[in-house]
């Protein structure tokens, strides 16, 4: 079941890249690179993400962006938090060079945690049979999809910087498990809680704030 939404992304990726690279008879099209301000500032996973968007017509736009998760505040015992950010999109723009859009986003995140504590070996129902201190690694995996809905506008007479304001919401599932480990069990999260032994679908709400430079 995994490998489906695995493919999804892949074949958007590629659509995005296929429109990227057009020969001239679209190189009236704009195309802009754009960097979101609020991973920096996110409360959960900090994040340096930056994308491409490129008109194909008046009304319409595919874009992608990817992301660097360099901290999470998930685990307080983490040594280290490292992870990717993957979100492809098509945006609707229902006037004719308007600065409205509407946005559906899919999603994947990816999140590896290397954590120095007890944890639970020979675990029958969560219950271990004994406590080992060590160093081990868990990863954090999530797929869904977005619908968001914001404006842009141009911060200079040459219309070459932009800022984009949007906001939305979402639906994600996540996995989360200990990655190459035997029979154990870890329940001291220490941060925000995180049961690495539970897979589950949450609501997402959504807010960007991204600064764009249009390349032509």
Not at 49 to 58: A, D, I, P, S, W
Not at 129 to 155: C, M, N, P, W
Not at 184 to 195: A, E, H, P, T, V
Request: charged share 25%; glycine share 8%.
């Amino acid at each position: 079941m995994r490998k489906r939404p695995s493919l999804l992304f892949v074949l958007v990726i590629c659509s995005v890249i296929s429109f990227a690279q057009e020969k001239k008879e679209h190189s009236d099209r704009s195309l802009y690179l754009r960097f979101n301000f609020l991973g920096m500032v996110d409360p959960f996973d900090f994040n340096f993400t930056m994308g491409v968007e490129r008109l194909f017509t008046k009304h319409a736009s595919l874009a992608l962006d990817l992301g660097w998760i360099f901290h999470s505040e998930y685990f307080s015992q983490s040594k280290r938090a490292n992870g990717i950010l993957v979100r492809p999109s098509i945006r609707l723009y229902p006037r004719e060079n308007g600065r409205g859009f509407v946005e559906m986003e899919l999603h994947y995140k990816s999140v590896m945690y290397k954590i120095e504590d007890w944890v639970g070996r020979d675990c029958v129902n969560n219950v271990p049979a004994y406590d080992e201190f060590t160093i081990f690694r868990i990863r954090k995996q999530s797929y869904g999809f977005h619908l968001r809905g914001g404006v842009k506008g141009a911060l200079d007479q040459e219309k070459r910087f932009w800022l984009e304001l949007s906001s939305g919401i979402g639906l994600r599932w996540k996995t989360q498990g200990f990655f190459r480990e035997g029979n154990s069990c870890y329940n001291r999260s220490g941060g925000i809680f995180l049961d690495p032994n539970v897979n589950s679908v949450a609501p997402a709400f959504l807010m960007n704030l991204k600064l764009l430079y249009r390349i032509h």
